[in-house]
């Protein structure tokens, strides 16, 4: 409250005045994961928590640590919407991408905060051997190899061929 005093003429009157302007509160942002490490195929999820911002407010995250190779969408970056409790949510579809990277930490960062997860390399790519399980057979008798796979979904249906001999040699076609 101020008071404003005006002289005239040896004369004063005074009012007061009342300060109606509130000076607007700078927004607070603070970022949580809601787990400290996820597997690739799954969602990251992180909380996005601030004051002083209207319900409606979208503010620009980035994600650091994963290429884009690894998110649904292929992008990098994106927006929050903050909803009339302060809270925006922050979901990353990560990929199985069948690639051999080891583990990588998922950070994202909005609002001038940052949050991370440890992102599991689950999806590794599938490695194959085969071998014969003699070097020599006989005409007439079973030849044996053996197939191993490593990454690979049970009951998956592989294919190969046969190859070096003819058709008339082995009981089954090529």
């Known amino acids: ?4 005093t005006v002289n005239c003429e040896g004369y004063s009157a005074s009012i007061l005045i009342n300060d109606t302007s509130k000076a607007v509160a700078s927004p607070t942002y603070s970022l949580t994961s809601s787990s400290s490490s996820v597997n690739e195929g799954s969602s990251a999820t992180f909380t996005l928590t601030t004051t002083n911002l209207a319900s409606g407010t979208s503010v620009p995250y980035t994600l650091t640590g994963i290429s884009a190779a690894d998110v649904s969408g292929g992008s990098l970056s994106g927006n929050a919407v903050v909803n009339s409790s302060g809270i925006a ?3 990353v579809s990560l990929l199985n991408d069948l690639l051999t990277e080891g ?3 998922l950070t994202v960062s909005a609002g001038g905060t940052t949050a991370s997860a440890v992102v ?4 590794k790519a599938p490695t194959y ?6 070097a020599s057979y006989n005409e007439g008798t079973t030849a ?3 197939f191993s796979a490593t990454n690979v979904s049970a009951f998956t249906s592989l294919t190969y061929t046969l190859s070096g001999v003819s058709s008339s040699d082995v009981s089954n076609p090529l």
């Open 1 to 4: 409250v101020e008071t404003l």
């Open 129 to 134: 051997s085969i071998y014969a399980n003699n």
């Open 103 to 105: 583990s990588e930490t």
């Open 144 to 146: 044996e190899f053996t």
């Open 89 to 91: 949510t922050i979901s």
């Open 120 to 123: 599991n390399d689950t999806s």
